[in-house]
């Protein structure tokens, strides 16, 4: 169903923490921004050496093969530039350096085509230490997005149907089903994302995606929470508190949710945001605590595995959130290195050929609030690469039949 496999994200060495990718929101998610927008890379490096850091952006086609543009059609200005704005952090337990990218900036004034992007950050050794999907889109197309329960009788309380309609008064289609492609992403998540469904059918200048199967995403469960904002006393979903050489929080014990009565509960769709009580700059004064998770669920001996994630860490399945059963608890336990906020997260399970089960501990409920994004992408004959002309944008509290 996915594509991604042309070019993948690479994910940060343990002592890189909290990359915060922000274009107008103010917390964290996938930046998909519109053309002309700043972008905003936040990163914190937790050894304390001050190191230097340098940014290269590549642009992409639709399935993340490289483009045929060479980097002067779509940057004004120079890449692989030190990032010179970083602040060593104040006041805290664990120290580290907050690195700030904004694009614009004096080197690289700006990208001027749309469609996909990767950002790598590399060393002073020329060695990649992370990178980052993105995109930047042109407003030529509306499109309008509705979600549906899904069509299917089999799984009508468990997955969730994304129908949408491609219109403009900008653009002659030529040829819609080849050169127009579309990507819909659950919850900022590109791993579960469905592309390149055709259309259906052209009303006018309109076309018309009505799926029965094809555009259904399992609906999940609400994510987890809490937040830790005061690091000395319990906050929400915090049990207990111990400091070492940093602070530890003890979350309350989760259960599975799969066979239980879903229930309504608001969360920020996988998302997290940087908190901390009297702080005036929460980039360099919230503190790192050691965040112990517990999940009791019964021991499983087929070779699977248990991780806890979400958009803190990119939705990765690492060993550094991965849950080991513990024998004396009775608990599948991780203790994870993040720093002071709200966060989402939830449990997955993969099996032993490593295939992904979103719903197997939290259940997939039809009722669960989910965003939806539609991107549409646009390559008319003759063209060198994939524009991205439209977004949409749709929230499953809404559901109908």
């Known amino acids: ?17 909290t990359i915060t990718f ?28 001050e190191d230097d850091f340098y940014y290269v952006i ?3 086609n639709f399935d993340w093969t490289p483009s045929q543009l060479v ?14 704005d970083y602040q060593n952090s104040f006041n805290t337990y664990q120290i580290y350096s907050h690195y700030n990218l904004t694009i614009p900036n004096e080197q690289t004034r700006g990208l001027t085509k749309s469609g996909n992007y990767l950002i790598s950050i590399f060393d002073d050794y ?20 509705s979600i549906k329960r899904s069509r299917d009788v089999k799984y009508i309380n468990e997955k969730q149907s994304v129908d949408f309609v491609i219109g403009t008064n900008r653009i002659n289609f030529n040829n819609p089903s080849e050169t127009i492609k579309t990507l819909v992403v659950q919850n900022n998540n590109l791993n579960t994302a469905i592309s390149n469904l055709k259309p259906q059918y052209t009303l006018g200048n309109e076309l018309i995606y009505k799926y029965t199967t094809e555009s259904s995403f399992w609906a999940g469960n609400e994510y987890f929470f809490f937040e830790n904002k005061d690091v000395r006393a319990a906050n929400v979903g915090v049990q207990y508190i111990d400091l070492f050489d940093i602070y530890h929080n003890y979350l309350f014990a989760n ?20 908190t901390a009580l009297d702080a005036d700059d929460v980039s360099i004064e919230a503190d790192y605590t050691m965040m112990h998770f517990a999940l009791q669920y019964p021991k499983l001996t087929g070779g699977e595995t248990i991780y806890v ?21 009775g608990y599948y336990e991780a203790a994870i290195k993040l720093k002071q906020g709200f966060y989402n997260y939830k449990y997955v399970i993969t099996d032993a050929n490593g295939q992904l089960n979103e719903g197997a501990i939290s259940g997939n409920f039809y009722q669960t609030e989910n965003n939806y ?22 929230s499953s509290v809404n559901i109908s039949n």
Do not use: C
Not at 6 to 16: A, H
Not at 28 to 38: D, F, M
Not at 310 to 327: I, R, V
């Open 1 to 17: 169903m996915t594509f991604f496999g042309q070019v993948s994200e690479t994910n940060p060495p343990d002592y890189i923490k």
């Open 22 to 49: 922000k274009g107008n929101t103010p917390e964290s998610q996938l930046p998909i921004l519109r053309l002309g927008e700043p972008l905003v890379l936040e990163f914190d490096a937790l050894n304390g050496n």
């Open 58 to 60: 590549e642009h992409y």
């Open 71 to 84: 980097k002067s059609e779509y940057l004004q200005g120079f890449d692989n530039q030190r990032i010179r």
């Open 126 to 145: 020329n060695e990649l230490v992370f990178s980052r999907k993105f995109m930047i889109y042109e407003e030529l197309v509306n499109v309008g997005v």
């Open 255 to 274: 259960r599975s949710r799969a066979n239980q009565p879903y229930t309504y509960n608001p969360d920020i769709n996988g998302n997290f945001l940087i």
């Open 309 to 329: 994630y979400g958009n803190y860490n990119n939705y990765a399945l690492e060993d550094s959130n991965k849950l080991a059963f513990n024998s004396e608890s």
């Open 373 to 394: 994004k539609v991107l549409v992408y646009y390559r008319d004959l003759g063209a060198r690469y994939d524009k991205l002309i439209g977004l949409g944008e749709a």
